[in-house]
């Protein structure tokens, strides 16, 4: 039985760091990048480390196995990650419904086992995400590779919408954003 919960040891920061290798771009066919989606950020275990102090991260686990995992990276945090650095420096020159988009937390990546896929554990993993989170953030905010439409439908499901686009490493991106005071109407 698979059970949603807050990443806390560091065996369970390796679960993800092996569940983030087997779905980087760079790890999987062409094919299996359109059809499943895929991953570009690499980190490794003492970034890992600073993030999950800073933002514990959401993980699914079966047993002692991560099967899905979601990252959480706070504006401070993620300018440590040449990635995140950038998107978190998009995302502040982003105008949301007239304003700056400011008090957000950052969605520094999402994965689910390809095993597992097909069980909402995407949708579970974003529950869990903003209830541990929106009572301290206004907005979550992530990009989504434009080549990864499996993973763009996915997040406007869960409520995200797309505010702006950029360019990183010759890939088009949409800035996507989950305002958390409109979560009562997504609950339903």
Not at 12 to 19: A, F
Not at 52 to 64: R, V
Not at 147 to 157: F, P
Request: one cysteine or more; charged letters at 20%.
């Amino acid at each position: 039985m698979v059970q949603i919960q807050i990443a806390t040891t560091d065996q369970e920061l390796v679960g993800i760091l092996n569940l983030q290798k087997a779905n980087l771009r760079k790890n999987i066919s062409d094919e299996e990048a359109l059809t499943q989606g895929f991953l570009m950020a690499e980190y490794d275990l003492p970034f890992l480390q600073k993030l999950n102090e800073a933002s514990p991260g959401i993980i699914a686990k079966d047993g002692d196995a991560v099967v899905g995992y979601s990252l959480v990276a706070l504006p401070e945090t993620a300018r440590q990650h040449p990635l995140l650095a950038d998107l978190a420096q998009n995302i502040e020159r982003c105008v949301f419904h007239g304003n700056p988009i400011e008090n957000y937390a950052i969605v520094a990546q999402l994965c689910v086992s390809k095993n597992y896929r097909g069980q909402d554990l995407v949708q579970k993993l974003y529950g869990s995400f903003r209830d541990y989170y929106a009572d301290q953030y206004t907005y979550c905010v992530t990009d989504v590779a434009q080549a990864n439409a499996r993973s763009l439908k996915a997040h406007k499901k869960r409520g995200f919408q797309v505010i702006d686009t950029l360019s990183y490493g010759g890939i088009g991106w949409d800035i996507v954003l989950w305002d958390w005071h409109k979560k009562a109407a997504q609950d339903s």
